[in-house]
């Protein structure tokens, strides 16, 4: 047995032996939730690399997702203990240029990737936080994010939409996901409130209609669902639910019906996501039934479940009439998020299951599991956290809407000399030591990399089995297959108490050729025109009809995206 092996195989042992400690919230004490929220976010922070300024064992968007949650816990509790390092990890992650896609991530960057930092800096503005630097504001960090993602806007395949990933050279550029629009729906509302800039409500109203037009978001009854590829014109389906895709457009849309001042779409839109989100939770404790189920959580997933509670807070500060329905949904996941928290050395470290509800941990830990426990816990103190500012209000007002439209440097000039022969043969023999460095550097990843044998794949779509899985307990009556007389979006997968290996040889998410995501009359699609934006100013789009054919989906990213390399 290899010794790293065998290291893991003694700290499991010495887990399974140790006395568990975790820690009971009671929802009614403030003392009893800053004490958990220091608990929680004390181990969040074990995983703190300070020498890049993130988190380890953990995927880039993680750490700008967690630092979000760590600005909530500054904001509720009124601890400023984190603030430098959320701070300097907030301008240092913006990368060079400023736009969060550093070059680190140039060959692992996903739009959803760039859109979660995007953000966590629209939160920096929005709660006046101290300025990047003298030459940027927080507002001018997003506003250069949501150009460059509108420049990406695809009108080339399934009438629009923002692909998956940012560049061409990525595994899944193929595939347009609910989470990389709903990213920069929400980032778009929030930048309309915060700005009071209509082009930024436009977008919103954009993205919304297209996700809508497109079946992503199933307005008969706001399933929100995973996303689809170009190849067939975004006529099949991924039908997989999971909790952050729903909260993106959930908080978008409270943002844009605080932006309207009540409008009674954005209410409708709001209600109908907020009843949708029953789906995720049992006994008003949060959970994706999608990995849960079957214990299979990546540790993209295992962030999930908390972002929604954390989007639950955002929607309870801007729509103030949604506090009496989803508070107590926040309330039963703390209690059974901090019950998880129940395992390591420690005693509290947390972990995936909360609606085990019994102190019992699961065996799993990461920057995910903590993340989303503090998330829950912070979203108790709603109330007390300060309301999002607008422009006129905060301390730094600098604003550019064409941020990240032109590209500024000096030109050099470079003399180049020939190569001589010795200069080849020089060449040569560092091109082969370096091949050798990297194949052996390779093998040793794959075969040694704690232990598991192989690293995951970030862009590399694969498939557990069908598009929706829910649980099958006789009593959980919602969690049953989709009645088929629902003509939202498609034929619907069953996975009742005997249907698991059924569900297994099911992998389809077909749209029918009478769907009316496969067949919509161009003058529904009004609506979605080009807005006028800085940088650029589409003449009329040319909607026909989404393709007719039948297709099964083979080979669906099950993310909420795939398995990514750390």
């Avoid at 550029?173 to 778009?188: D, M, P």
């Avoid at 529904?524 to 025109?529: A, D, F, I, K, V």
Wanted: net charge negative; charged share 15%; proline share 3%.
């Amino acid at each position: 047995m290899k010794f790293r092996q065998w290291l893991n195989w003694l700290l499991c042992t010495s887990f399974a032996w140790q006395t568990v400690v975790a820690f009971e919230l009671n929802i009614s004490s403030l003392d009893s939730i800053y004490s958990g929220i220091e608990t929680v976010q004390k181990g969040l922070i074990d995983y703190w690399n300070a020498s890049t300024d993130s988190f380890t064992r953990s995927y880039w968007w993680q750490t700008g997702s967690s630092l979000t949650t760590m600005l909530n816990t500054m904001l509720v509790t009124n601890n400023e203990t984190y603030k430098s390092l959320i701070h300097d990890a907030l301008v240092y992650n913006a990368g060079e240029d400023y736009n969060y896609q550093p070059s680190s991530e140039y060959f692992n960057l996903g739009n959803d990737d760039q859109g979660f930092w995007a953000l966590a800096a629209m939160s920096a503005a929005e709660n006046d936080f101290t300025s990047p630097d003298s030459s940027r504001s927080w507002l001018e960090l997003t506003q250069t994010v949501f150009n460059l993602q509108v420049a990406r806007w695809d009108i080339n395949s399934c009438e629009g939409g923002l692909r998956w990933q940012a560049f061409p050279w990525l595994s899944g550029y193929t595939y347009k996901n609910s989470i990389s629009n709903g990213l920069l729906f929400q980032l778009s509302a929030r930048l309309a409130r915060f700005s009071e800039n209509e082009t930024y409500a436009e977008w919103a109203e954009k993205i919304w209609d297209w996700s809508e037009y497109v079946g992503f978001v199933n307005t008969t009854d706001y399933s929100v669902y995973d996303g689809s590829y170009i190849t067939n014109n975004c006529s099949v389906l991924n039908l997989r639910q999971w909790t952050y895709n729903l909260g993106v457009y959930l908080a978008g849309s409270a943002y844009m019906y605080n932006y309207t001042n009540g409008s009674d779409t954005w209410k409708g839109r709001l209600d109908g996501l907020i009843t949708k989100s029953n789906y995720f939770f049992v006994e008003n404790i949060a959970q994706d039934p999608q990995c849960e189920y079957f214990n299979n959580c990546n540790l993209d997933q295992t962030s999930f479940k908390g972002i929604l509670i954390r989007f639950f807070g955002y929607a309870m500060q801007l729509a103030p009439y949604t506090h009496d329905t989803l508070m107590p949904l926040v309330q039963g996941s703390a209690v059974a998020a901090a019950l998880a928290c129940s395992g390591g050395y420690d005693g509290v470290t947390c972990g995936t299951h909360w609606s085990w509800n019994n102190g019992t941990w699961d065996s799993t830990y990461g920057v995910g599991q903590q993340g989303a426990a503090l998330d829950a816990i912070n979203t108790l103190l709603i109330d007390y956290a300060p309301t999002p500012k607008k422009l006129s209000s905060v301390s730094d007002q600098r604003s550019d809407p064409s941020a990240g439209v032109h590209t500024h440097g000096t030109t050099v000039n470079v003399t180049i000399t020939p190569a001589t022969e010795s200069d080849r043969g020089g060449a040569g023999f560092l091109t082969a030591l370096t091949i050798a460095i990297f194949l052996l550097g390779s093998i040793w990843a794959v075969f040694d990399f704690g232990g598991s044998g192989k690293l995951p794949a970030r862009n590399e779509p694969y498939v557990t089995f069908i598009s929706i899985l829910r649980p099958s307990s006789d009593e959980d009556e919602k969690y049953k297959s989709v009645d088929s007389s629902d003509t939202g979006n498609s034929s619907r997968e069953k996975a009742d108490a005997t249907g698991v290996e059924e569900a297994k040889q099911s992998d389809t998410a077909i749209i029918s050729p009478s769907s009316p995501v496969a067949k919509r009359s161009d003058a529904s699609l009004s609506t979605l025109q080009n807005p006028t934006h800085p940088i650029e100013s589409n003449s009329n789009t040319s909607f026909s009809n989404l393709s007719d054919d039948s297709q099964k989906l083979s080979d669906a990213p099950n993310h909420g995206n795939a398995d990514r390399v750390l």
